[in-house]
């Protein structure tokens, strides 16, 4: 031996390559852990009329939303609402937007339910492959990381 301490363990999670059936969701500790501003990042995917109408609104300003699909009624801040709205139109997601924008607006629209690169594919129109290159690499885009290492 040579005195030589061992190598500490890597982080758990750092040995787990992200693969096709890996599920994704936005992981928003990582807005909280990075100090990035989320409410700048979500107000972006509003429509610029929308976007307007919210540089004065005060953040956490709450409103009553009645899910039309089953009828329960639960409470969102006001930009939560827009972003539902937003969500209904039939361009929230299309080819115009980047793969990283268009990953998040899914995640948007079905409650951050996560989802694998080969889910991903059939809502976005982009290969799985470039959806796990993409969200599965070293670095992270916009929160957007693998469940697993949450």
Excluded at 126 to 149: D, N, S
């Amino acid at each position: 031996m040579t005195g030589q301490k061992p190598k500490p363990p890597p982080p758990v999670g750092a040995l787990l390559k992200p693969k096709l059936d890996t599920k994704f969701h936005i992981d928003y500790s990582w807005w909280e852990n990075n100090d990035i501003e989320l409410r700048s990042y979500l107000l972006s995917h509003l429509p610029p009329d929308q976007r307007e109408a919210f540089q004065d609104v005060p953040e956490g300003q709450v409103v009553d939303y009645v899910d039309p699909e089953t009828g329960e009624v639960f409470q969102l801040d006001s930009l939560g609402m827009a972003l539902k709205e937003a969500a209904a139109a039939d361009d929230f997601i299309d080819a115009q937007i980047s793969l990283v924008d268009c990953v998040f607006r899914i995640f948007l629209t079905n409650g951050n339910t996560p989802l694998t690169p080969t889910e991903l594919e059939e809502v976005t129109g982009r290969p799985a492959a470039t959806i796990l290159r993409t969200l599965g690499g070293l670095k992270v885009y916009q929160g957007l990381r693998p469940v697993e290492l949450s």
